[in-house]
């Protein structure tokens, strides 16, 4: 069983900060690439960034300049710094490891529960 638990959603001003973390946990052996997706109230989602083990990110175009995702592999956890954060990214942001090696050889396909990030005066 492997799971991904995202935290550091809330409530911030136009033009504010906020940092999501989302930890990987269970029985793993390894983790390919990680990434955020964020779902806003009657959209499609959509892939924020993601990064490869190796550190290689990329953005969608949207975000790009203002959010920096990066990880630590040692704890299994990948993080999401969003600046200057607008109306328009209020959404649920979802964590994502496509490629979950668990200890039993398996690949797996793994989501996080999602954290509710809403930009609002």
């Known amino acids: 069983q492997v799971q991904l638990v995202e935290s550091g959603g809330g409530l911030v001003q136009p033009g504010g900060s906020l940092r999501l973390s989302c930890a990987a946990s269970g029985s793993i052996f390894s983790i390919n690439a990680m990434g955020w997706y964020r779902q806003a109230p009657g959209k499609q989602r959509e892939l924020v960034a993601f990064i490869t083990s190796g550190g290689n990110a990329n953005y969608a175009d949207s975000v790009k300049g203002r959010f920096t995702i990066s990880r630590d592999n040692a704890k299994n956890t990948v993080y999401l710094q969003m600046n200057n954060l607008k109306a328009e990214d209020t959404a649920v942001y979802l964590c994502?490891?496509?490629?979950?090696?668990?200890?039993?050889?398996?690949?797996?396909?793994?989501w996080g529960q999602g954290t509710l990030v809403t930009v609002s005066s």
């Open positions: 994502n490891a496509p490629g979950v090696v668990n200890t039993a050889g398996a690949t797996l396909a793994v």
